[in-house]
Structures are given as structure tokens and as C-alpha cells.
Nanobody, 121 residues
Framework: QVQLVESGGGLVQAGGSLRLACGTS????????MGWYRQAPGKQRELVAT???????SYADSVKGRFTISRDNAKNTAYLQMNSLKPEDTAVYYC???????????????WGQGTQVTVSS
């Protein structure tokens, strides 16, 4: 059973920094794209940043210049370094990975449980 677990969330003052991590465990053959999403109360989940297995990166306009996504393929882990945090960054942050499971011929998206990030003004 493939599981993604986010960590690193918490409460931080505006202008501060947090580093999120997303670890992957279980039985699988390969991880393709990985990404970070966030969802604030009453709002739809939105994409924050994505990174391909080869390291191609994209960011939402709202976080460009402040957030950095990275991954360590050997550790099956993705990271999100968040700097210059703003109150509007407050949300539950989720990790998503496209994974080929052992014995499967189809790629599927897997989601973590989320980690709360709260930025105070």
C-alpha cells in the first residue's frame, strides 16, 4: 500500500519560513511527477508547485520567488521550502505524486493527508 506523508507544517509569523517534506512508502515501481497543493477553508484546492522526475519545475504565480520545490529521488521524498510567508499562504498543504504501483500498468495519483500551515500577521 503506497502512502505519502507530509511533515513540517506549523505556525509561523509573516515573513518567516517553513520547509515541508513529503515521504513516500510502500510498494511501487516508479514515481513520476510530484507536486504540492494547498486548500484554505471555503476554497478549492489549488496547485502550488510541481516537479518532474527529471527536475522540471513550475510554480503558481502567487508563490514565484518565495517557494522552492525540490526532490530527492533516492529518498522518494519531495520538499517545499517556503520563504517570506504571507497570511494568504495559510492553508492545508498536500503532496501529490503520480505513481506506478507494483503489478500495475497504469499510473495513478496518490495524495498525502495534508499538513497545516498557518501564517500570522
Amino acid at each position: 500500500q503506497v502512502q505519502l506523508v507530509e511533515s513540517g507544517g506549523g505556525l509561523v509569523q509573516a515573513g518567516g519560513s517553513l520547509r515541508l517534506a513529503c515521504g513516500t512508502s510502500g510498494s511501487f515501481l516508479s514515481i513520476d511527477g510530484m507536486g504540492w497543493y494547498r486548500q484554505a477553508p471555503g476554497k478549492q484546492r489549488e496547485l502550488v508547485a510541481t516537479i518532474t522526475r527529471g527536475g522540471s519545475i513550475s510554480y503558481a504565480d502567487s508563490v514565484k520567488g518565495r517557494f522552492t520545490i525540490s526532490r530527492d529521488n533516492a529518498k522518494n521524498t519531495a520538499y517545499l521550502q517556503m520563504n517570506s510567508l504571507k497570511p494568504e499562504d495559510t492553508a492545508v498543504y498536500y503532496c501529490k505524486s503520480k505513481i506506478l504501483s507494483f503489478g500495475s500498468s497504469r499510473w495513478a495519483d496518490f495524495w498525502g493527508q495534508g499538513t497545516q500551515v498557518t501564517v500570522s500577521s
